[in-house]
């Protein structure tokens, strides 16, 4: 069943405000540490009011990471303008995923370790992650129906690299290990995904 049952209706925009809050104090603490007393702090909102929103921290915590991760996905939608040609679509995307700030990487990666925990997040993980991919795909099919890309691998084999080596150069920003320049990573991204689609320099 999908996270959407655990759902609760009172609280209204205060209640929306607070999930909105959720991801900081997620991305500060982590998952396991993240407690109703870190979000009333946060938020001067009561715990006895968020338990009363959201019933228990496991379902507040669910929630607040399907709010999340349903504006990033909202935003990388955003991220493609009208008009542009899919070459610019699939550039627009790319850029969008590498311009998530620092915090929005602690909550993506919360979000999948948590998921490695609880079943029904996992499940939710599996939507977010058609809808994640859909816009690159639709962007590289798009490219071979007109005309734009010779490719010699399927869309979603393309997409498959490219969404992996977006996720590879988020895993050690997060852990604050060296890491490649956000300039250089693209440089050398960009000029593979230009190879997989058959675009020429």
Known sequence: MPPAHRTRRAGGAKRIAVLDAVGPVLAERGY??????D???????????LQNYFGSREDMMIEAMRRYTDQEIVALDAAVTTGQ???????????RSLGN???TRQ????????GMRDEELREYSLEVQHRYREP?????????????????HSPD???DFLLVSLVGFMIPQVLQHPTPTAEGFR??????IRLAVGLQP
């Open 39 to 49: 979000v009333s702090a946060a938020t001067g909102v009561a715990i006895s009011t």
């Open 85 to 95: 040609d899919p070459w610019g679509r699939l550039v627009a995307l790319i850029d």
């Open 107 to 114: 909550v993506l990666i919360e979000f999948w370790r948590a």
């Open 187 to 192: 440089r050398v991204l960009l000029s593979q």
């Open 136 to 152: 690159f795909v639709r962007a590289v099919a798009d490219g071979r129906d007109q005309g734009f890309f010779t490719l010699v």
């Open 32 to 37: 396991e540490n993240t407690r109703f007393a």
């Open 101 to 103: 700030s620092g915090s």
């Open 157 to 159: 084999e393309i997409v």
